[in-house]
């Protein structure tokens, strides 16, 4: 899928109901048939799995920020092969709050250490078609679209 961009059908909520629009970057890092992910927690404390990633600062690129963002939250060096995907999320935690994150072909080239104080409470490598229970919906359609998670 590299240098395609597609969004996650179905996921797109309705403009109208939209007051912000946060722009993010999230990766798809994949070795064999394991997949990436992160725990995090929503504003109530409810815990869910994603893909790494996070919103957009400033002026900086999707790389630049994916980079950032994987530093900051896994400690490690990340190689970005391309645009892969793009998801949509409304979040119910922030009212009114639409993000569009495009997801990238990546890989790592470090070791990953999650970091609390950037709110990643856990990350794992998980067989693509045994995802943890609470993985977000647009993380598994997302997986399920992508062979190559698989190979």
Do not use: I
């Amino acid at each position: 899928m590299q240098g395609k961009l597609r969004s996650v059908e179905g996921s797109r909520p309705s403009t109208a109901a939209v007051g912000r629009l946060r722009r993010g970057v999230k990766a798809l890092v994949t070795t064999g048939e394991a997949v990436l992910l992160v725990k995090e927690a929503h504003d109530d404390g409810s815990a869910f799995w994603t893909l790494p990633g996070g919103g957009l600062e400033g002026a900086e690129s999707p790389v630049e920020g994916l980079r950032r963002e994987l530093r900051e939250e896994l400690g490690c060096e990340v190689v970005v092969d391309g645009p892969a995907d793009r998801v949509w999320y409304a979040h119910h935690s922030r009212e009114r709050t639409l993000s569009s994150y495009e997801v990238y072909d990546c890989g790592v080239a470090s070791s990953v250490e999650p970091n609390p104080a950037e709110g990643t409470l856990a990350a794992r490598w998980v067989d693509a078609d045994d995802l943890p229970p609470r993985t977000l919906p647009q993380v598994r359609t997302l997986v399920e679209r992508h062979p190559e998670v698989r190979t």
